[in-house]
C-alpha cells in the first residue's frame, strides 16, 4: 500500500512542486523583451510560474492601477488579464548602473525628459516603448517597457 500512495501520489506531486520551483527564467537570448506585452496570465504564469511577489501599484484614476508580479526575470504590470508593463534589469543590451552615454550608443537618440528618456521600438500590434529612468549621478535606474497607448 505504501509504495503504491508513494508511486501514485506522492511522486507525482513531488515532481509538480519541483517543477515550479524551476520555472522561473529569464527572457531568452535573442528574444525581444516587448514580446511579452499582451500576454496573458495563464501565459506569463505557463512561462514563468508563481511569481516570487505580487503587490499593487495605484493610480491616479481607478483605471490605472496594476497588479505587479515579480520574477527574476523582472516585473509584469498587468491590467485587465494581460501584461501591458515590464520593468527588467537590463534589456536591449543596456542595464541598469549604465550612463546617459552608453545608453545613448546602444538606443541612439531618444526623447529627453527630467530624469528619463524615452525611445520609440518597433511595435507589431501597438506602439511600444522604452523608458529609461535616470538616478541622481545620470546613471540608469530602471528599464521599463511599455504599451504607449495604454
Do not use: H
Amino acid at each position: 500500500m505504501k509504495k503504491l500512495l508513494l508511486k501514485n501520489l506522492f511522486l507525482p506531486l513531488l515532481v509538480c512542486l519541483g517543477g515550479m520551483g524551476f520555472a522561473q527564467t529569464d527572457v531568452q537570448p535573442g528574444q525581444d523583451p516587448a514580446e511579452l506585452i499582451g500576454v496573458t496570465l495563464t501565459d506569463l504564469i505557463g512561462r514563468f510560474g508563481v511569481p516570487k511577489q505580487v503587490y499593487a501599484v495605484r493610480g491616479v484614476a481607478a483605471w490605472q492601477d496594476d497588479v505587479v508580479f515579480v520574477y527574476d526575470a523582472g516585473e509584469f504590470y498587468i491590467f485587465g488579464n494581460r501584461v501591458w508593463q515590464l520593468m527588467f534589469r537590463s534589456a536591449y543590451n543596456i542595464k541598469e548602473g549604465d550612463n546617459r552615454a552608453v545608453v545613448g550608443r546602444v538606443m541612439g537618440e531618444g526623447r529627453n525628459f527630467d530624469g528619463y528618456t524615452l525611445f520609440q521600438l518597433p511595435g507589431k500590434a501597438w506602439p511600444v516603448m522604452l523608458r529609461v529612468n535616470w538616478d541622481a549621478s545620470g546613471r540608469a535606474a530602471g528599464i521599463y517597457i511599455y504599451r504607449s497607448d495604454f
